[in-house]
């Protein structure tokens, strides 16, 4: 394997699958399945899940909402997604560990880097929902930490597209894929693959990041595998 340890990070939108809004049971079993046979293979896992399938705090601060209220109920959209993925994982066997940027009893414990490293050692797929736990940061930030935190030998950001691209694929089809990218190219080119804090905080940790197509079955096991699938961001 080429990937011993990972943080996965999931966006909510993704798990709507065909859906205008909320959770798709069936992409939840596919994500679920994918996870279980990358942790049978030997890989430890964490996971952290956006909330944008249900609720977006920038989205509702631009509505005239106070931002830091906003925040907050977009980390409790992160638990409800880390909840039912939990329920998935563990209908098909798997033991997990959640954890959250917010402690919320008796749904979780707070997020401890201690609880979290013994958790993975212990075979378990840690969960992290609820953020940094803290307003103003994105999911991407704490995917970002919470990989350094657990000493992740990088983040595999999970998208339906299978990498990163001169131009959006999906809107223009001479648009090429990236095999490799370091964090200046990327930010000279200006391809939005986190946000800026993220990304940062990724280039000063020297933590790769591993773009690729979450949406096909089998990815994430080739992905830990050293299969060229995707887009690898290092420094």
Known sequence: MKYKRVLLKLSGESLMGSQSYGIDPKMLEQYAA????????????????GGGNIFRGLSGAAKGMDRVQ????????????S??????????????????????????????????KEA???????????????????TDTAST???????ADAILKGTRVDGVY??????????????????????EKKLKIMDLTAFALAEDNNLPIYVFDMNRTGNLLRAVSGEQIGTEIIK
Do not use: W
């Open 120 to 138: 993975l050692a212990e075979g378990r797929v840690v969960i992290i929902g609820g953020g940094t736990g803290n307003p103003y940061f994105t």
């Open 145 to 151: 930490l919470r990989a350094i935190e657990i000493e």
């Open 34 to 49: 994918d996870i279980r046979a990358a942790v049978e293979a030997g890989v430890e896992v964490a996971i952290v899940i």
């Open 70 to 81: 906003g925040d907050y109920m977009g980390m409790l959209a992160t638990m409800i997604n």
């Open 166 to 187: 001169t131009a959006d694929p999906e809107k223009d089809p001479s648009a090429t894929k990236y095999l490799t990218l370091t964090y200046s190219e990327a930010l």
């Open 83 to 116: 909840m039912a993925l939990q329920a998935e994982l563990e209908k098909q066997g798997m033991r997990t560990e959640l954890l959250g940027g917010l402690a919320i009893e008796p749904i979780c414990k707070e997020m401890s880097r201690r609880r979290a």
